[in-house]
T-cell receptor, first 114, second 109 residues
Framework: SQTIHQWPATLVQPVGSPLSLECTVE??????LYWYRQAAGRGLQLLFY??????ISSEVPQNLSASRPQDRQFILSSKKLLLSDSGFYLC?????????????FGPGTRLTVT | QKEVEQDPGPLSVPEGAIVSLNCTYS??????FMWYRQYSRKGPELLMY????GNKEDGRFTAQVDKSSKYISLFIRDSQPSDSATYLC?????????FGSGTKLNVKP
């Protein structure tokens, strides 16, 4: 069965510091991968999605970037964090073809920027 | 206009009640509709999906889509305290997912 891992689970970082969040998926090949941010009491905001290695689409212009160096690895980065970057970051993998409507989320990383 | 709108609640019901959670959407071309359940400080988990219109039942859960009014619903029968969570509706359209803001449900023992 498929499993998705995210780390770290929680993170407290000062403003201006860099960020690297990692997501890996097991049990599937060539998945669509997604990064979302969920602010307190708000819905999911899609940040990036990827349909393959090195293929990244950005949904929201901001100081975050994403990379997909391997088929089942998705990384979210920032060179300098802002207070507004605080939130719950979720990685998800999605089915392809006829199962493209399916999306499965990781456990999330809670980021607090101080 | 947002692609999907959802009442944030919170909704508080006694154990055993029937719960109705609802969303509206903007684009009549949408075909795939999902419901996710999210426990506190956890990632959302896919509960059910419906293609096009009609009903789909899974145990105590029923998902319903009314395309004429662009309205989607999730009904929970015999609600349990373990159903207490935030429920998010979602729509898939060509590699893009649109999520409602979530309705927080509290089922009191």
């Amino acid at each position: 069965s498929q499993t998705i891992h995210q780390w770290p689970a929680t993170l407290v970082q000062p403003v201006g510091s860099p960020l690297s969040l990692e997501c890996t998926v097991e049990g599937t090949s060539n998945p669509n991968l997604y990064w979302y941010r969920q602010a307190a009491g708000r819905g999911l905001q899609l940040l990036f999605y990827s349909v393959g290695i090195g293929q990244i689409s950005s949904e929201v212009p901001q100081n975050l970037s994403a990379s997909r160096p391997q088929d089942r690895q998705f990384i979210l980065s920032s060179k300098k964090l802002l207070l507004s970057d605080s939130g719950f970051y979720l990685c998800a993998w999605g089915g392809t073809g006829a199962n493209s409507y399916e999306q499965y989320f990781g456990p999330g990383t809670r980021l607090t920027v101080t | 206009q947002k692609e999907v709108e959802q009442d944030p609640g919170p909704l508080s019901v006694p154990e055993g009640a029937i719960v109705s959670l609802n969303c509206t959407y903007s684009n009549s071309a949408f075909q795939y509709f999902m419901w996710y359940r999210q426990y506190s400080r956890k990632g959302p988990e896919l509960l059910m999906y419906t293609y096009s219109s009609g009903n789909k039942e899974d145990g105590r859960f029923t998902a319903q889509v009314d395309k004429s009014s662009k309205y989607i619903s999730l009904f929970i029968r015999d609600s349990q305290p373990s159903d207490s969570a935030t429920y998010l509706c979602a729509i898939w359209n060509f590699n893009k997912f649109y999520f409602g803001s979530g309705t927080k449900l509290n089922v009191k023992p």
